[in-house]
């Protein structure tokens, strides 16, 4: 069965940069575009940016424009997501989700990740 | 990219409909056929309930369907259960190989 593993809590400082890993299973990695969204505590959920692992193409959200990096190693099938500049409106959960290619909806999320920033 | 508006909160008693909205804009909802809905309960990761508008993923109960008119794509769930209690969140394709989420609405079964 297709499942997104995640890496583990984090805690860092304002300013810091954090990297979330997301090893993906059960299914070609290349066929599912990797997504990343967020959710701040009691808050919604927030699109940030897209990698297509096949060709390693990028694309994000505006608000993340120069601060989010998204890369993948197709050896391991594994996604990550860099943010820098870390702030405390940073403190969120963080999920990768995949995109069949010709879908556009979000078929399976990982377990989520705890990023939290504070001094 | 402005996010979609869906209401704070909805409720219904078990056995009756409640249906959800989620307004954009011709550029995403009014424009596209990609938008979904999904399902989050506390603690856990968000669920895929409807796609493309109207269609629901195996597995998912016939309880749950889809709709839009115009630049307001909307989520009813029938004959409610008390395990629908939830977070329901809408999103869009946006064009350019970007997504917009609904801010969430909280729904109750009382």
């Known amino acids: 069965q297709v499942q997104l593993v995640q890496s583990g809590a984090e805690v860092k400082k304002p300013g810091a940069s954090v990297q979330v890993s997301c090893k993906a299973s059960g299914y070609i990695f290349t066929d599912y575009y990797m997504h990343w969204v967020r959710q701040a505590p009691g808050q919604g959920l927030e699109w940030m940016g897209v990698i297509n692992p096949a060709g390693g193409s990028t694309n994000y959200a505006q608000k993340f424009q120069g601060r989010v990096f998204m890369t993948r190693e197709t050896s391991t099938s594994t996604v990550y997501m860099d943010l820098s500049s870390l702030r405390s409106d940073d403190t969120a959960v963080y999920y990768c989700t995949n995109v069949r290619g010709g879908f556009f909806h979000f078929a399976n999320w990982g377990q989520g990740t705890l990023v939290t920033v504070s001094s | ?110």
Not at chain 2, 25 to 40: A, C, I, K
Not at chain 2, 59 to 71: A, E, Y
């Open chain 2, 1 to 110: 990219q402005s996010a979609l508006t869906q209401p704070p909160s909805a409720s219904g008693s078990p056995g009756q409909s409640v249906t959800i909205s989620c307004t954009g804009t011709s550029s995403d909802v009014g424009g596209s056929n990609y938008v979904s809905w999904y399902q989050q309960h506390p603690g856990k990761a968000p669920e895929v309930m409807i796609y493309e508008v109207t269609e629901r993923p195996s597995g998912v109960p016939d309880r749950f369907s889809g709709s839009r008119s115009g630049n307001t794509a909307s989520l009813t769930v029938s004959g409610l259960q008390p395990e629908d209690e939830a977070d329901y969140y809408c999103t869009s394709w946006a064009g350019n190989n970007k997504w917009v989420f609904g801010g969430g609405t909280k729904l109750t079964v009382l």
